[in-house]
């Protein structure tokens, strides 16, 4: 009742004219900027806690503050423990429409959208079909993920019978790595690591940056003897992935309710046409099941229509999936709340036929940037990396299976 009352606020303060500022209103919210900013300083420096405090009392500070309640619900939902945190989200987040609406500030006002977005995937994901249509279609979305996906409902299928098009397009294989290998990676890839501060990855701010190796030589570090085993397992499923000449490989770490949008993977992001991979795969690092699953679609580039069908793989410790590079595919945000916190943790590498290196990371990041170089880098993150480690020349592949969970199905909204 009380999220009906809300949203017909909403609609009613929508049609009503937007409120001219007093000069109190207006220091109150600059007050709220200034709490905001500082906030965000300790976002980027990764100190979710303290930010938090500084988003709570910027929405505090003003009723018009748009921007302060975003973040701070984007920061409960993150971390959210509880339903009682998903309800603080969702009431965060209608009352900035209700702000935005009212607000004489466009500054504010043009929050409005990114508030809007979060709410419908979040009533999305509460199974709330009516509310989140009825404000996806205000904002001009006709075409949206089933809610089976969304709320990472599918079917789980174990040792289902064989299915050609699903075999040649992914295949799942749980305890990919060694479990010496795995909690080397966890190390240099956990959250608080230097690979991520040194990037300014939680800034924000840094686009999409990748490494390049070539696979026509041995290891060079222990880093290519992780990527050399992977190029390995997954040339079981993909026997073409044998003619692979480079590996590129890329990582995040995100919050459970973030996704990653649905994309094709292409050399340099698709600048000058779109020219993919041979294969694609992603390990799962996170200990715990955080964050959500990695949806691959049947559908390619040049198909008229859209996907009809597409399997799920949940995040599980250790698990690695591989699939055709030439799929649509991406990250779904994951749904509800976890007791246990953390954060979904990956390693992607995908292997090329050819693939164009673009300098060195000392520029900047960026994508198939050169491994740092040693004793010529400013990077601490690369050392753990770097040296061969005899035991890893000839690691054992893991037993082949499924191992994951699947499911179909696109829905409109109409």
């Not at 991979?277 to 964050?291: A, F, N, Q, R």
């Not at 990077?379 to 061969?388: A, D, I, V």
């Not at 000839?394 to 969970?405: A, R, V």
Request: aromatic share 8%.
């Amino acid at each position: 009742l009380a999220s009906c009352v809300l949203l017909l606020a909403l609609l009613e303060t929508r049609m009503a004219t937007k409120k001219k500022l007093s000069m109190a209103e207006f220091k109150a919210l600059r007050q709220s900027r200034t709490l905001l900013e500082q906030g965000r300083a300790l976002q980027e420096r990764g100190e979710a806690d303290a930010a938090r405090l500084d988003f709570e009392k910027a929405v505090a500070a003003s009723e018009f503050a748009v921007e302060a309640r975003v973040a701070l619900a984007q920061s409960v939902w993150d971390a959210a423990r509880s339903q009682a945190d998903l309800d603080t989200t969702e009431k965060l987040l209608k009352e900035a429409l209700v702000a935005a609406d009212a607000s004489g500030s466009a500054q504010e006002a043009a929050h409005r959208a990114k508030a809007a977005q979060k709410l419908g995937l979040l009533l999305c994901q509460a199974g709330k079909e009516e509310e989140a249509s009825q404000l996806l279609r205000s904002g001009g979305f006709v075409v949206r993920l089933s809610s089976e996906v969304l709320k990472d409902q599918g079917v789980p299928l174990g040792t289902a019978e064989k299915d050609a098009e699903r075999d040649s397009i992914l295949a799942v294989i749980n305890n990919a790595l060694p479990e010496d290998v795995l909690q080397h990676l966890q190390q240099t890839f956990e959250p608080q690591a230097a690979f991520w501060k040194e990037h300014e990855y939680y800034t924000g701010r840094t686009g999409y940056f990748s490494y390049l190796h070539s696979l026509a030589t041995p290891p060079q570090s222990n880093l290519e003897q992780v990527i050399h085993h992977l190029w390995r397992v997954s040339q079981r499923s993909f026997p073409q992935a044998a003619e692979a000449t480079h590996a590129e490989w890329w990582a995040h770490t995100r919050p459970h309710p973030s996704g990653h949008q649905l994309h094709f993977d292409s050399d340099d992001e698709g600048i000058g046409g779109v020219r993919n991979p041979i294969v694609t795969s992603v390990t799962y690092l996170s200990d715990g099941e955080v964050g959500g699953p990695t949806l691959i679609t049947n559908q390619r580039l040049d198909d008229e229509i859209l996907a009809c069908r597409g399997w799920l793989a949940r995040p599980k410790l250790n698990r690695f999936v591989v699939f055709d590079g030439k799929v649509l595919h991406g990250v779904i945000p994951g749904a509800g709340y976890r007791e246990k916190a953390g954060r979904r943790t990956t390693l992607m590498v995908a292997f090329w036929r050819e693939i164009k290196g673009r300098g060195s990371a000392e520029e900047g990041p960026g994508a198939s940037k050169a491994f740092p170089v040693e004793g010529a880098t400013r990077f601490t993150w690369s050392e753990p990396l770097r040296s061969l480690r005899p035991q890893w020349d000839s690691l054992d592949l893991p037993p082949l299976g499924e191992g994951g969970d699947w499911l179909e199905g696109v829905a409109a909204v109409d």
